[in-house]
């Protein structure tokens, strides 16, 4: 929630200051557990989403106090399954979600270098996509792993291996008639695929869209990232 709502502040312009960084920076450190995961919260559940969440608060409040680097990075180094892919903890498979949010907390730590199967992971992607992208093999495409996915890739500089064509039509075709967008074609929209399957249309280059930042998960304008027009 603390994730969401400081990428909520920053898409309404706010500049964070009214923010209590001190505070939430310190919760961190409450949070994470010895084995350099993240909690949600003190007595709940710790996988790689709240690593993810940890990693990307740190980054836009400046202060990486409250996470033990050198314990995350290895957290989730020995996260990544036979097959490439990352999964939710040590010894789950991998998924596009959790592979997205271990993929990005490493690159926010300046540490995608310590991955143990780079060229695993990159197939792994690669092999996750036909008429849309898949969030685990064997299971039906979904709109939402066209940015989970994709952002991957884009954060792995690898991109260009995407199926764009295909993913922008099943993706297009997940739009329904009351202007939403569902995780499959023909079935009822749901904010979560409306705003991820924007995300990856935008990351396919779609016109009138803003372009994505992979990394927060938000437009590059929202994240302070956009590229000045000359």
């Known amino acids: 929630m603390t994730y969401s709502a400081l990428c909520a502040l920053r898409i309404l312009g706010d500049d964070l200051k009214k923010v209590d960084k001190k505070a939430i920076v310190s919760s961190l450190k409450l949070l994470q557990r010895e084995n350099g995961c993240f909690r949600c919260a003190t007595s709940e559940e710790d996988d790689m989403r709240f690593m993810y969440c940890a990693c990307v608060i740190s980054d836009m409040l400046g202060d990486w106090s409250g996470v033990n680097k050198e314990a995350a990075v290895k957290y989730i180094v ?66 939402c792993y066209s940015f989970w996915i ?25 739009q329904t008639k ?37 990394v927060w998960g938000i437009t590059q304008r929202a994240a302070g990232k956009e590229k000045k027009k000359n």
């Open 78 to 143: 020995e996260s990544q399954a036979f097959d490439g892919g990352i999964g939710l903890r040590i010894g789950a498979e991998g998924h596009g979600g959790t592979t997205y949010c271990a993929v990005a907390s490493l690159v926010l730590m300046g540490r995608l270098d310590a991955l143990k199967d780079y060229d695993g992971l990159v197939r792994w992607c690669v092999y996750g996509q036909g008429q849309g992208f898949v969030g685990r093999p064997n299971k039906p495409p979904d709109s």
């Open 150 to 174: 994709g952002a991957t890739m884009m954060m792995l500089g690898v991109y260009d291996l995407t199926a764009a064509n295909d993913n922008r039509h099943f993706n297009l075709r997940c």
């Open 178 to 214: 009351w202007g939403g967008f569902g995780k499959y074609p023909d079935v009822h929209p749901d904010i979560l695929h409306s705003y991820f399957g924007i995300c990856g249309l935008s990351m396919m280059g779609m016109d009138g869209l803003r372009p994505i930042d992979p």
